[in-house]
């Protein structure tokens, strides 16, 4: 039983293992939900794994053979399959979180990347960016900046205090 719960651990948390947080420009991460999807197939499945886990441990029997299949039995069997299921849950939902959060956070920083590649310039004074020497040595001459815009008239003076 023990292997059980630990084989269920361990297919759990994929999230934990596979998603990678937004990083450089372009951002590179991951941005598919399918880690977080599988966590949470797992932590559904797991309370019934371990149901039949213990069910399959096979029920007592009478003396002549007979199973003591009793509703009792059942019930104690199903609330140990629960029990157990408890650090799987916590596992994979933490996992799951933890990967739906990683990947809009993925998902966000692309869009913001490809807006921030596709938006005008701002207005204002362009200054272009430095020029390599030329081949002969000497540095070829840099375009004028734009003027300025002069600012607006200064604001009138309060009004004198009586």
């Given at each position: ?29 991951t ?31 009478n ?24 650090p ?50 000497a ?24």
């Open positions: 039983m023990l292997k059980a719960g630990l084989a269920l651990l361990a297919i759990g948390g994929c999230s934990f293992a596979t998603m990678r947080a937004p990083r450089g420009s372009p951002p590179e991460c941005e598919s939900s399918a880690a977080p999807l599988i966590d949470i197939a797992v932590a559904i499945a797991s309370p019934f794994v371990a149901y039949e886990l213990l069910k399959s441990d096979g029920f007592p029997q003396a002549d053979g007979t199973s003591t299949n009793d509703g009792l039995d059942q019930f104690i069997r199903g609330f140990a399959a629960f029990g157990v299921s408890f799987v849950w916590a596992v994979t939902g933490t996992s799951s979180i933890y990967g739906f959060v990683k990947a809009d956070r993925c998902s966000r920083a692309k869009r913001d990347y490809q807006q921030l590649m596709a938006a005008p310039p701002v207005p204002g004074q362009y200054v272009p960016p430095p020029v390599m020497p030329g081949p002969g040595g540095p070829p001459q840099q375009p004028q900046p734009l003027p300025m815009v002069p600012p607006g008239p200064a604001p009138a003076p309060p009004p004198p205090q009586q």
